[in-house]
């Protein structure tokens, strides 16, 4: 029988994977049978151990570490196979008035840079019908207030998935990428967060916010095999959001 979404002997890097949605991911792809790298900032060698895997440390905005990542992949288990561009960042919550320079450059030396550099050093090492999966967000697909660097720096994901699905065709690498609303992560509770995640609950059909082992789900399907004719996509994640306004927000709206 068919051993539906499996991994066994694939090869993943799984960037920002020792918390949130990419701890999820790495411990989903590993329950699936793959090897996985786990790239983080923050000391990963618990879940590496646990998983049986490859913790290393990495800043994706240094182009040189993130091309060692990948070579690492090579060294550790001879080849690459799946990539999960995941780490990111915001700026804190702030309107556009009062954004600085330094809050544009750090959300998109992470989360647009920290991709590109994904794409650029996995591609040459990949192995033909490889797999990059991109996070972006929903904030990629409308205007989120008090999040401008933040929703810049996510469309950008947008644009580098779609232009890289074009250009890594010919190898019959897929690149695809995943936009979840807010997900029940560290990052989302930050200082000032509660009000963004209350606000959803109610825009959001389903009346909660997204959990990470929820995304994970996604990027296992974009990653496997069975997956081979999905390219050059941004997934929505939103518990319906998408699809209009929710019955408690409309209900909201006309009692004011």
């Not at 618990?46 to 690492?72: F, H, P, R, W």
């Not at 990052?187 to 009000?195: I, K, Q, S, W, Y």
Request: charged share 20%; glycine share 10%; aromatic share 6%.
């Amino acid at each position: 029988m068919t051993e539906f979404y499996s991994l066994k002997g694939e090869v993943a890097v799984v960037t920002g994977g020792g918390s949130g949605i990419g701890m999820e991911t790495v411990k989903r792809f590993a329950q699936a049978g793959a090897k996985v790298v786990i790239a983080d900032l923050q000391n990963a060698n618990e879940l590496a151990n646990e998983i049986d895997g490859v913790y290393v440390k990495t800043d994706v905005t240094d182009e040189q570490q993130v091309k060692l990542l990948m070579q690492s992949a090579i060294d550790a288990y001879g080849k690459l196979d799946i990539v999960v561009n995941n780490a990111g960042v915001f700026a804190d919550y702030k309107k556009l008035s009062e954004t600085s320079e330094k809050d544009f450059d750090f959300c998109f030396a992470v989360n647009t840079k920290g991709v590109a550099w994904g794409i650029k050093h996995a591609e040459p090492v990949m192995s033909e019908g490889g797999r990059i999966i991109n996070t972006a967000s929903s904030a990629a697909t409308h205007g989120v207030i008090s999040l401008s660097s933040y929703v810049a720096s996510k469309y950008s994901v947008i644009g580098l998935t779609k232009t890289a699905a074009l250009e890594l065709a010919g190898k019959k690498i897929r690149v695809n990428c995943i936009c979840p609303t807010t997900v029940d992560t560290p990052m989302a509770h930050e200082d000032d967060g509660e009000f963004l995640i209350e606000g959803e609950k109610t825009m959001v059909p389903l009346g909660r916010i997204c959990q990470p082992e929820e995304v994970a789900a996604l990027v296992h399907f974009l990653a496997a095999r069975d997956c081979d004719f999905i390219n050059g996509q941004a997934i929505l994640i939103d518990g319906g959001m998408s699809a209009g306004t929710s019955e408690p927000a409309f209900e909201k709206m006309i009692r004011q």
